[in-house]
């Protein structure tokens, strides 16, 4: 097993402005499983695909197992890599397509087929190994792109997205067995994509990534309740986070009497030092409504989600839009005013910029 | 007036147009006959009159007029002899004395058909081009009860239109009226072959009749007449010729019989006592096979245009509106296909199954079956120019690898890459005469003669070939590099594959049903192989490149064989048919392959 160090790396393409990756810098431990996290477009699977060596970067080293392997070709990194939409080679069937990598390598024909056996026990595909991949579902191509990554025990397993073309319930089943099986394998695991529930429930560590840029890296705990900026801070939980923009006013000698003021909402905040423009975070089962004129403001109501377990409604609150996620079935009209009540225990509060303050 | 009398009106009037234009064709058709038959009594005649006439003591290349009066006269009167004749002496009228004599300017230049009359130059015996005077018949008007009968078109017609408004106005089943509209087709298709029948008929009666009187007016010396003095008499028969030969049979009416497998219509003459001749000539009415479609096909078009009527009517303006103009955008592609692929195809098919014609006066052509083809498989030269093209598409697997290597090369982006691809398709967009004619120079080059040569020409067309068509290939394959997915290359080199490896075990395989229409539109594109052969060696030297395209070629241009040359050329086409089949056979199964 290994590690795997990105240090100072960037990427840009020819003739585009901007590079698609800028200046990352991420460790990725052994034996751990880290998520790259962001939407499409910021550039991890460029970093994925820097790490196979499918990709040469502008700056910047690769390093696995504290070796530069920047320039090194891709088989001789000992990588395994699942492709988003697993690529396996159309013409040949699944034992063929499993053993490929051990067959070009030189394995002897006994040991191709005792780790194809192998690889396609443990995923639950050892019937499926005569087909073609155009004979099978969804989830048996995962499992076979998944067997075939398995079988040359490498050192560091790369998933670009490789849940993103299955449907939501065997997303969910799936995504535990990729668990399980790392948690068995006890390998190296980057994981990149861009479904937060993902990033959650599986990465022992994520990192964000925006626009090329690495924002916070940290366990799921750490990034979900001290997010290093508002667009982290926004890119984990459903419904994203409340990010309210607006003014601290008050006086320096009563801590009482600062006050954060955006829309209709006079909201008690506890600021340092903090004078001006500043925004609040504020996620929506910290919402709650009362009755009009109780509590840090008033909103109308604009649309209300009847979930069963939880109730989302969506306010306008004085000019700013606002979420509220309330616990199990609550009656509340669309159009009607109510009041709303802030956890101030939960707030996160953030400069102009967009930076963490406290 | 309601909705159903007003179809039934619309319906019954063009059930009419579509009548008369049948019987219009039918008639046009029947005319046509009747007029031929005309001409090729006239023919007769005239030979009549040049062998039973003696030549005129003052001037032997004009005719005795004394005895061309007579007998003229005495034709006119001839029992059974019933087509109005007119024979004229230069520009004087012989039979009817009193009649208006011809237009000088006609006898110098007789036209074949003239106000209802059939006009042959009448020559004299010794100079045949010399013409004398003008012999002059009209078809026969048909007497008795066939006279009366106005043929089976126009009942047939009634009955059709009277159906069409029946099934209109949803007394009738379709059915009814699709059968009525074939009943007018055959009836005006049997009218038409009764009139070919009574042209075939009239002239054997007409030249019968002939024989027999020249056989007792031939001129003297003679003992008994002789079968040759008496076929210049059947020089008018026309396509497919005439025979006369001595037979037992007593018949004197016409009436068909096989002989040596062909139908063949007979009629018996007397010549003399107890001596009895055959007159055998082709059918016309063997030749109206293609009036029985087109007549069939124009009267269903009755039934065709009630269906569309009908859908009119079921179908939503719009729509209908949609489907006119679709078929409007439709219409000039749908004419080029038909002028120049189907009639071209069509007309080939006919060929190949037609002898050839009586000449530009007489375009019939007599129908011989696979008769062509035979002669064709026989031809030991035919399956020479197959092993030769065979061989020569030996090319096509070379030029395919080469394409293939370059592709890969070039597939590359890049200004070099884009530079040199255009290099490899600049022989494509060239005419290929020009790129004969400068592989022609380069050939002259050097010691020795290579197009000149019968063991290194083919090869020389061969390295041409190869040198046009690794351009054309190359974009195909091109084009198929692109379409691989990118992933499954990156899928190979993170497994660890090799350069070679990759191509070996992702890219070709991936490639199959690219390099597969390749190779097999390759070998098509060489088997109709002819521009280099016919510009470059035209065949030779000894054979060595006639391919197939240029065997038919000289059997159609240089032989005028074009019934053999179209029958070759159907076979080349089933061959190929054969081919193009296989191919679609394989892209099946090979085109499974999706990318998943």
Known sequence: MASVTLRGLTVSFDGAGQAALHDLTLEVLDGELLVLLGPSGCGKTTALRCIAGLEHPTAGDVLIDERVVTRVPPADRN?????????????????????????????????????????????????????????????????????????????????????????????????????????????????VTHDQGEAMTMGQRIAVLHEGRLRQVGTPAEVYQRPADVIVARSLGTPAMNVLAGRARGTADSLEDRMFESGSLQIPVALPTYEGEIQIGVRPEHVGVCAVDKGAGNGDILIVELLGNETVVHLNAGGQPLIARLPGLVDVQVGTRVGLKVDRRHLHLFDASGVRIQ | MNGVRRRAVITAALAALVALAVLAAARWEEGRFARAGAVRIARSTAAYFAVVTPASRVDSAELDLTQLFAQARALATLPGWVWPVEIYHGTAPLVDAGGAPLPAAELERVPEWRDGAALVPLRGRSDAATVVGVVAIRPARPRGVAGLLPGWGLPAALLAVGVAAAVAGGRRPRRDGIVAALILGLAAYADVRGAARRSTNDWLTATRLLMQEAATRLPGPRIRVTLSALTPLTLGAGAGGAELVWADSTTQEPRRARVRGTSVAVVAARLGSGRWADLRTSPAEAFTSVWLAGLLGLALLGPLGFAALQWGERTAPGEVREAATAWAFLAPAGLHLAVFSIAPLLFTLYLAVHGPSGGFLDPVRPYVGLANLRAVVRDPLVWGSLGTTALYALYVPVSTALALAVALVLSRPGRAALVLRAAFVLPVMSSGVAVALVAQSFAGLGARDWLGSPRTALLVLMVLSIWTQVGTQMMVFLVGLRRIPGTYLDAARVDGANAWQRFRRVTFPLLKPITLFVLVTGVIGAAQMFTYVYVLTGGGPLHATDVILRRVFEIGWDSLEFGRASALSVLVFVLLLGVTAMQFKLLAREGRVEHA
């Open chain 1, 79 to 191: 990588v395994a890599m699942v492709f988003q939409n697993y690529a396996l080679y159309p013409h040949l069937t699944v034992a063929e397509n499993i053993g490929f990598a051990l067959e070009v390598r030189g394995a002897s024909r006994a040991d191709i087929d005792r780790r194809v056996a192998d690889a396609a026990a443990r995923l639950g595909i050892a019937d499926l190994l005569e087909r073609r991949p155009d004979q099978l579902s969804g989830g048996q191509r995962q499992r076979a792109a998944l067997a075939r990554a398995m079988v040359r025990e490498p050192a560091v397993f790369l998933l670009d997205e490789p849940l993103s073309h299955l449907d939501a319930n065997l997303r969910v089943e799936l995504r535990a067995e990729l668990v399980a099986l790392h948690r068995a394998l006890g390998a190296t695991m980057v994981y």
